[in-house]
T-cell receptor
Framework: KAGVTQTPRYLIKTRGQQVTLSCSPISGHRSVSWYQQTPGQGLQFLFEYFSETQRNKGNFPGRFSGRQFSNSRSEMNVSTLELGDSALYLC??????????????FGEGSRLTVL | AQKITQTQPGMFVQEKEAVTLDCTYDTSDPSYGLFWYKQPSSGEMIFLIYQGSYDQQNATEGRYSLNFQKARKSANLVISASQLGDSAMYFCAMREGPGGATNKLIFGTGTLLAVQP
């Protein structure tokens, strides 16, 4: 069974540009959540989607946005990039059937560098 | 406010010995879940173990066990018989609310474990 797939794995952008990151969840999983990991702030929740609806959002500016498609794949977009957006962006997926086990599976992440 | 505290920035352990990684949490929600993840240098977060707030028994998964002390709000991870491949960053995390309602996790700052031969 394929795991959570994130693309691209690495990318370099310059300030002011925008970036789109993609996440394909494990087959059958309908919940996708996104996290930002930086050395200074640690792991922070960005947002969460379930069946194409955003059901939770973290404390990030409006430059950070996301969406989920009918096949559960999700994208997140960061506009007007700032140096501080350099981070590892992690996507996680889960299934309602895993409620009791609590399993939330992460991808390998997309490492964004903003110059 | 919900919070996860990991007070050990780094730890050393000898191969084949057991090690305990500390985690305390704070929440006012009676329903919550506690997670431990391992993050090797490659960056991927690997799920290790989960404990629900209403679970009566401590969770175990192979060499991993979670020492859940609800009254003390602690959820320590115990790794038995450490292996060199256990060297990684370990994160404790909490989800407030019942499973299925949200997958928003609050993470601790992590503990870097180094297993020595």
């Amino acid at each position: 069974k394929a795991g959570v797939t994130q693309t691209p794995r690495y990318l370099i952008k310059t300030r002011g540009q925008q970036v789109t990151l993609s996440c394909s969840p494990i087959s059958g999983h309908r919940s996708v959540s996104w996290y930002q990991q930086t050395p200074g702030q640690g792991l922070q929740f960005l947002f969460e989607y379930f069946s194409e609806t955003q059901r939770n959002k973290g404390n990030f500016p409006g430059r950070f946005s996301g969406r989920q498609f009918s096949n559960s794949r999700s994208e997140m977009n960061v506009s007007t990039l700032e140096l501080g957006d350099s981070a590892l962006y992690l996507c996680a997926s889960s299934s309602p059937g895993l409620i009791n086990t609590g399993e939330l599976f992460f991808g390998e992440g997309s490492r964004l560098t903003v110059l | 406010a919900q919070k996860i505290t990991q007070t050990q920035p780094g730890m050393f352990v000898q191969e084949k010995e057991a090690v305990t990684l500390d985690c305390t949490y704070d929440t006012s929600d009676p329903s919550y879940g506690l997670f431990w993840y391992k993050q090797p240098s490659s960056g991927e977060m690997i799920f290790l173990i989960y404990q629900g707030s209403y679970d009566q028994q401590n969770a175990t998964e192979g060499r991993y066990s979670l020492n859940f002390q609800k009254a003390r709000k602690s959820a320590n991870l115990v790794i038995s018989a450490s292996q060199l491949g256990d060297s990684a960053m370990y994160f404790c995390a909490m989800r407030e609310g019942p499973g299925g309602a949200t997958n928003k996790l609050i993470f601790g700052t992590g503990t870097l474990l180094a297993v020595q031969p």
